[in-house]
């Protein structure tokens, strides 16, 4: 299997533009989400799915959108791209039994914002 | 809330020696607790996780956590640190009893094993 996958891996915007990040899991789980992490600060929450149709705004979700029409794909669209926008970016999915939390990660998305 | 405190931005350990990466947690409730690691580039893998049970939980790698719940602790733990052990640790919190909850994520530690 190939788990949660993320593309691109790297990508170089100017301020301003916008682009979506790709993320799509193989293992037909319910839940999905996408971090930013930053140095030092840890991972943040930016949106949240619990299944196809269904989405919720995380911790810091300003600047960006979500859409899930599929259990497999969690697209995050980032409009106007600013500078405080550059970070790494992950996806993770976790399935719905039990609920105990176990995320599986994507390789992460390096964004630049110019 | 949830929180999760990772007091050291960095530990340092000579490979052979134990190492322990301290993490405090805040919950309401009950905690569910997650240890995670990565390694450079690449995105986090699962560790560890403490639900309910035995306080002391083992893992992946020869890995470790005791859960201490009078001082609200989940500190990570190994006998023997290897080398390929560097790597970013964090500690992860859940409120089991706050129905469907995300991970709130600690902001990780720098393991450095050197040789």
């Known amino acids: 299997n190939a788990g949660v996958t993320q593309t691109p891996k790297f990508r170089i915007l100017k301020i301003g533009q916008s682009m979506t990040l790709q993320c799509t899991q193989d293992?037909?789980?319910?839940?999905m989400y996408w971090y930013r992490q930053d140095p030092g600060m840890g991972l943040k929450l930016i949106y949240y799915?619990?299944?196809?149709?269904?989405?919720d705004k995380g911790e810091v979700p300003n600047g960006y959108n979500v859409s899930r029409s599929t259990t497999e794909d969690f697209p995050l669209r980032l409009e106007l791209a600013a500078p405080s926008q550059t970070s790494v970016y992950f996806c993770?999915?976790?399935?719905?039994?039990?609920?105990?939390?176990?995320?599986?990660f994507g390789e992460g998305s390096r964004l630049t914002v110019l | 809330a949830q929180s999760v405190a990772q007091p050291e931005d960095q530990v340092n350990v000579a490979e052979g020696n134990p190492l322990t990466v301290k993490c405090t947690y805040s919950?309401?409730?009950?905690?569910?607790l997650f240890w995670y690691v990565q390694y450079p580039n690449r995105g986090l893998q699962f560790l560890l996780k403490?639900?309910?049970?035995?306080?002391l939980v083992k893992g992946s790698y020869g890995f470790e956590a005791e859960f201490n719940k009078s001082q609200t602790s989940f500190h990570l733990k190994k006998p023997s640190a290897l080398v390929s052990d560097s790597a970013l640790y964090f500690c992860?919190?859940?409120?089991?009893?706050?129905?469907?909850?995300?991970?709130?994520f600690g902001k990780g530690t720098m393991l450095l094993v050197s040789p």
């Open positions: 919950v309401s409730g009950n905690p569910y």
């Open positions: 293992m037909n789980h319910n839940y």
């Open positions: 992860a919190v859940r409120d089991v009893n706050s129905g469907y909850s995300t991970l709130t």
């Open positions: 799915s619990v299944g196809a149709g269904i989405t």
């Open positions: 993770a999915s976790s399935p719905r039994t039990g609920n105990t939390g176990e995320l599986f």
């Open positions: 403490y639900i309910t049970g035995d306080n």
